[in-house]
């Protein structure tokens, strides 16, 4: 035994190769071992899958509405016409003949300047005229029995002219120490008092008219083939107020700063009550289609990024159906392109695909379903009583 061991020590490699046979004993009895039998479950997966149950999902019958399309704004209300009067002659302020904020009508004074000595030397050009003409006339009598040369007719012609301007310009200056307003309206600035002293071209006062009043505002260059002059609008004030409105004005070239197109829209005020300046919402009317409405949480993408509805259709598909969106409102979303009638699946869209074969429900019974996923109920509906193709 001692020298078995003393042999072992002295040539190691005899142990190694022992220890390799066994492994490979091992392993090799392994790869001929009973091989364990796959779960059933797993063999029959393929089968159970192209048996799996139909999905449930509630279905609605939508009827389209006729519904009017509009543009939200903001504008501001502003007058229909404004105007600065000012000093056409000068002169002392020697009577206001209204007070601010008063309401005027066409031509009525508003100031009287002082006329000084314009009246005198009216008179004084009257009387030249007379004289004027007198001579003109003796001229051209001489001039018809040949007694007097043309020069001398000719330059009684011109004497006659210069006194009727003169005579033109001093009634003018006269009328002009009264001043007027240019339109009906309210005065809304009085620039002067009475005594205050006025050169040619000083302001004298502001007149505005307010009927009709007009709301002003933009539109994008996305809207402005769809605005045509007349277009229908509902304008509501920041008073609360509310309106109608239509289209009078719009620009033909966009602002360079913002891009977008001044309008003018115009209200009826034919006692002025309604005040300039005050901020408004404006919904211009566009056109009147047929839509339906659904909630936001109908909507859905498909594969490409299309947003629409599932619908049911005939055999109880699922099909996406595309749509365009015609107005927004607080509580739900107005579809167009739908026809006059659809069915909407209601509950469970999220769970079919376009294509998928399901079982629809009737929506009442989604009100007592436990939860908003796929309705637990029996009740079938058949896709043709409820407005399928």
């Known amino acids: 035994m001692a020298s078995t061991k003393q042999y072992l020590a002295r040539n190691p490699w005899i142990i190694s190769i022992v220890i390799l046979v066994i492994i490979g004993v091992w392993l090799i009895s392994g790869m001929f071992g009973p091989q364990e039998t796959p779960p059933a479950h797993t063999a029959s997966q393929g089968t159970s899958q192209q048996s799996a149950p139909l999905a449930k999902v509630a279905v609605s019958t939508v009827t389209a509405q006729p519904i009017t399309r509009t543009i939200a704004l903001y504008g501001r209300t502003a007058p229909d016409r404004k105007a600065t009067l000012g000093a056409e002659v000068a002169g002392n302020v020697e009577q206001l003949l209204i007070r601010k904020g008063q309401f005027v009508k066409k031509g009525q004074a508003i100031v009287q300047l002082n006329k000084a000595d314009r009246e005198l030397q009216l008179q004084r050009a009257l009387a030249l005229l007379s004289v004027r003409s007198k001579e003109f006339n003796a001229a051209k009598s001489l001039r018809e029995r040949g007694l007097q040369g043309e020069v001398a007719l000719t330059k009684a012609q011109a004497s006659l002219v210069e006194a009727k301007a003169t005579v033109k310009n001093l009634e003018l200056a006269l009328s002009n120490t009264t001043i007027t307003a240019p339109f ?9 008092e009475q005594g205050d002293y006025l050169g040619v071209g000083d302001p004298v006062a502001n007149v505005v008219d307010l009927d009709p009043l007009v709301i002003t505002a933009d539109v994008s260059e996305r809207h402005i083939q769809s605005i045509h002059h007349g277009q229908k609008a509902q304008v509501i004030l920041s008073t609360g107020l509310t309106l109608d409105a239509k289209l009078r004005y719009k620009a033909s070239i966009a602002s360079e700063t913002t891009n977008t197109f001044p309008i003018e829209l115009e209200v009826s005020n ?53 749509i365009a969106i015609v107005k927004v409102e607080p509580d739900g979303v107005w579809l167009g392109g739908l026809g006059e009638q659809v069915n909407v699946i209601t509950v469970g869209q999220g769970f079919v695909r376009n294509g998928d074969t399901v079982i629809p429900v009737e929506t009442a019974s989604i009100n007592n379903s436990p939860s908003n996923d796929v309705p637990d109920t029996k009740t079938p509906v058949n896709p043709k009583q409820t407005g399928g193709e």
């Open 184 to 192: 009906d309206g309210i005065v809304n600035i009085l620039h002067v």
């Open 270 to 322: 034919p006692d002025s009550a309604l005040a300039a300046g005050i901020s408004a919402e404006v919904d211009l009317i566009l056109d009147s289609q047929s839509a339906i409405k659904v909630t936001p949480s109908m909507l859905a993408l498909d594969e490409i990024g299309n947003l629409g509805i599932k619908t049911l259709v005939a055999d109880n598909k699922v099909a996406f159906a595309p």
